[in-house]
């Protein structure tokens, strides 16, 4: 495949969890960070939670911190984003990106990497 391909998304009430998965096979060596990103209706997208691709490092939004967490499983080629505790303003279309720059949200553009075509989560009771 040429670009990340999300799955993983649905219904979940406020409190519940959801685990994203970030099939990129292409993508999980040591030259591509991984990154997950959200776009809700109305809003800019936002990083959420990236883990580097030199040592593993991760980087998350404050918004989500304590809540989510992401990792990679190089076996698979998959990389996860668990989200528990979620709130209705986690919901929005979640993208999983790959690209050769550090997890600085700055460094990240949908003009530039490697972009999936995004999966739906909401989050209501």
């Known amino acids: 495949q040429l670009q990340p391909v999300e799955s993983g998304g649905g219904l979940v009430q406020p409190g519940g969890s959801l685990r994203l998965s970030c099939a990129a096979s292409?993508?999980?060596?040591?030259?591509?960070?991984i990154g997950w990103f959200r776009q809700a209706p109305g809003k800019g997208r936002e990083g959420v939670a990236c883990?580097?691709?030199?040592?593993?490092?991760?980087t998350y939004a404050d918004s989500v911190k304590g809540r989510f967490a992401i990792s990679r499983d190089n076996a698979k080629n998959t990389v996860f984003l668990q989200m528990n505790s979620l709130k209705p303003e986690d919901s929005a279309i979640y993208y999983c990106a790959a690209d050769a720059v550090p997890c600085l949200w700055d460094m990240w553009s949908i003009d530039a990497g490697y972009w999936g075509q995004g999966t739906q989560v909401t989050v209501s009771s």
């Open positions: 292409r993508f999980t060596s040591v030259h591509y960070a």
């Open positions: 883990i580097s691709n030199s040592d593993d490092g991760t």
